[in-house]
């Protein structure tokens, strides 16, 4: 059984930095493509990165491009999001998930195990 733990949720302050960590267990990690997504309070969960087996490929949202960085060690069988310049409006929780192709990339529905989530809050 897929299992995913996010980790590195808190609470900044408009303009500072967060890593966020997602370690996967029970599959073969190397070729699973990894995302992450977040919902906002009221808000459809949504898609923020992702990045193919080998890390050679990431896709972003653009509301992130430029400030978000998704990659990877299969050694470690973990993905990272490095968040910098965070906004008040980045404030979710946030989701790792992971699925075998990248077709569709930002598609929730193609994504078939997901994590428990891990909070993000930005303080203006």
């Known amino acids: 059984q897929v299992q995913l733990v996010e980790s590195g949720g808190g609470l900044v302050q408009a303009g500072g930095s967060l890593r966020l960590s997602c370690v996967a267990s029970?599959?073969?990690?190397?070729?699973?493509?990894m995302g992450w997504f977040r919902q906002a309070p009221g808000n459809e969960r949504v898609f923020v990165a992702a990045?193919?087996?080998?890390?050679?490929?990431?896709y972003y949202a653009d509301s992130v491009k430029g400030r978000f960085t998704i990659s990877r060690d299969n050694a470690k069988n973990t993905v990272w999001l490095q968040m910098n310049s965070l906004k008040p409006e980045d404030t979710a929780v946030y989701y790792c998930?992971?699925?075998?192709?990248?077709?569709?990339?930002?598609?929730?529905?193609?994504?078939?195990?997901w994590g428990q989530g891990t909070q993000v809050t930005v303080s203006s």
């Open positions: 998930a992971t699925r075998k192709t990248l077709t569709n990339y930002d598609s929730i529905v193609l994504y078939r195990y």
């Open positions: 990045i193919s087996g080998s890390g050679g490929v990431t």
């Open positions: 029970g599959r073969t990690f190397s070729t699973d493509v």
